[in-house]
T-cell receptor, first 115, second 111 residues
Framework: GAGVSQSPSNKVTEKGKDVELRCDPI?????LYWYRQSLGQGLEFLIYFQGNSAPDKSGLPSDRFSAERTGGSVSTLTIQRTQQEDSAVYLC?????????????FGPGTRLTVT | SQQGEEDPQALSIQEGENATMNCSYKTSINNLQWYRQNSGRGLVHLILIRSNEREKHSGRLRVTLDTSKKSSSLLITASRAADTASYFC???????????FGRGTSLIVHP
């Protein structure tokens, strides 16, 4: 079946512009995660959605970052007034809380470059 | 801050040799997972081991967990060039279902 998809795969933007990154999780997966990964680094947790519960936003680095998940499916990560330090690969993952608990399925990522 | 830290940071071996990577963590965990990442893009899940388990196998992969030492190891036997990738451990703890990832081990397998 279809895996997690993300769009765009690459995004180049000018400093100060807003960007939106999209994630389509695996159908039926109730949990959705956003991470970012800077070059050669591990994954930095950003935000977690689980079903209809309030999202865990504890990883968002500043109020310029926000995310939504509509209808329990597609999620959009928005970065306002982008800065050069926002350049990274943004990874989305989904998981089913009912089977193989906590195994995450990752999308291919969006590589964001802020010039 | 990182919960899990992989060791070594980089590992270079010849095809056919075994590769061992370690992960250490600071506080008690519920689960520990290992993931592989090729070319800096999406991660692929390899194995999940729960805190009450000590060893799991999957094909050429063997994972051990020592909760008394707060450490885990990933062994890849008879390595292949295709195993070249970065390997990450991820732990979750308490009531949080959010895995925390280490910085990874970069494995290069020379043909």
């Amino acid at each position: 079946g279809a895996g997690v998809s993300q769009s765009p795969s690459n995004k180049v933007t000018e400093k100060g512009k807003d960007v939106e990154l999209r994630c389509d999780p695996i159908s039926g997966h109730t949990a959705l995660y956003w991470y970012r990964q800077s070059l050669g680094q591990g994954l930095e947790f950003l935000i977690y959605f689980q079903g209809n519960s309030a999202p865990d936003k504890s990883g968002l680095p500043s109020d310029r970052f926000s995310a939504e998940r509509t209808g329990g499916s597609v999620s959009t990560l928005t970065i306002q007034r982008t800065q050069q330090e926002d350049s990274a690969v943004y990874l989305c993952a989904s998981s089913s809380s009912q089977v193989m608990a906590y195994e995450q399925y990752f999308g291919p990522g969006t590589r964001l470059t802020v010039t | 801050s990182q919960q899990g830290e992989e060791d070594p940071q980089a590992l270079s071996i010849q095809e056919g040799e075994n590769a061992t990577m370690n992960c250490s963590y600071k506080t008690s965990i519920n689960n520990l997972q290992w993931y592989r990442q090729n070319s800096g893009r999406g991660l692929v899940h390899l194995i999940l081991i729960r805190s009450n388990e000590r060893e799991k196998h999957s094909g050429r992969l063997r994972v051990t967990l020592d909760t008394s030492k707060k450490s885990s190891s990933l062994l890849i036997t008879a390595s292949r060039a295709a195993d070249t990738a970065s390997y990450f451990c991820a732990t979750d703890k308490g009531a949080s279902y959010i895995p925390t990832f280490g910085r990874g081990t970069s494995l290069i397998v020379h043909p």
